[in-house]
């Protein structure tokens, strides 16, 4: 399997080329559902379609909820309800991702949404760290890293008027600051990171003039 942070920056690579499709969305709503089929889109493209990216897969007997599991093993023989049943043993969890998306503003007015900062992180750390189930969701569980650890992929949207004042290294400074007391960290650093995939790009909708900016991180809860 291709590993994780090599998916995570195709993603990432991905919504800078497509900023101009993207930055007008951030300012109609909450992109967390859309960009995290994104994300799907291009695992299933860097992998050649040998990877499965199933989201919400969770079961109630699972007891809890992850937002996507990849998968890797072989459909080839499941050609109906009974053969995908008794071939199911042939797919096997590589990695978890939990999705979380942050906003600096509600949608195009100037409703502040940085108080969703600190609960959305809250909730991210009690959703990631190490996982030691064999099964979930019904298949067999191999986490490809060897921390087995939960990967929480992070998108912060930082949208202002044309006119207003560059706050956008105010916004992730509070984001990472938030971030260190919740335990996060990128995933291969001791602290939290926010990439950015984008920043300040124009965008005009009815008259009014706008610039976005879209950052990621992919993170894990720290050792």
Same mark, same amino acid.
């Not at 969305?25 to 709503?29: K, Y």
């Not at 189930?133 to 969701?137: F, G, H, I, P, V």
């Not at 992929?153 to 938030?178: P, W």
């Given at each position: 399997?291709?590993?994780?942070?090599?998916?995570?920056?195709?993603?990432?690579?991905?919504?800078?080329?497509?900023?101009?499709?993207i930055a007008p969305?951030?300012?109609?709503?909450r992109l967390e559902e859309y960009?995290?089929?994104?994300?799907?889109?291009?695992?299933?493209?860097?992998?050649?379609?040998?990877?499965?990216?199933?989201?919400s897969p969770g079961q109630r007997v699972d007891g809890r909820k992850i937002d996507m599991a990849l998968l890797e093993g072989d459909l080839?023989?499941?050609l109906?309800?009974?053969a995908a049943k008794l071939h199911r043993d042939e797919l096997s969890i590589r990695a978890f991702v939990e999705v979380k998306y942050l906003r600096n503003?509600?949608?195009f007015g100037f409703g502040d949404a940085t108080d969703e900062i600190r609960p959305t992180l809250q909730n991210l750390q009690d959703q990631l760290g190490t996982f030691d189930?064999?099964?979930?969701?019904g298949y067999s569980v191999s986490l490809r890293g060897? %921390?087995?650890?939960? &990967?929480?992929?992070?998108?912060?949207? /930082?949208? +202002?008027?044309?006119?207003?004042?560059? %706050?956008?290294?105010? &916004?992730?400074?509070?984001?990472?600051? /938030?971030? +260190?007391?919740?335990?996060?960290?990128?995933?291969?650093?001791? &602290?939290?990171?926010?990439?950015?995939?984008?920043?300040?790009?124009?965008v005009t909708i009815l008259g009014g003039h706008f610039r976005a900016s879209l950052y990621t991180g992919l993170w894990r809860l720290r050792n």
């Open positions: 399997m291709k590993g994780i942070g090599k998916l995570y920056s195709e993603f990432k690579h991905s919504l800078a080329r497509d900023r101009k499709v969305l951030q300012i109609v709503s960009l995290t089929k994104r994300f799907c889109s291009v695992v299933l493209t860097a992998s050649e379609m040998t990877i499965l990216p199933l989201t080839s023989r499941a109906d309800k009974k503003r509600h949608r189930l064999a099964r979930y969701a060897h %921390r087995r650890d939960i &990967y929480g992929l992070v998108l912060a949207s /930082c949208v +202002r008027r044309d006119h207003e004042e560059d %706050r956008n290294t105010v &916004y992730i400074r509070k984001v990472n600051h /938030c971030a +260190r007391q919740h335990q996060l960290s990128y995933y291969d650093l001791n &602290y939290p990171q926010l990439d950015p995939a984008y920043e300040n790009q124009p």
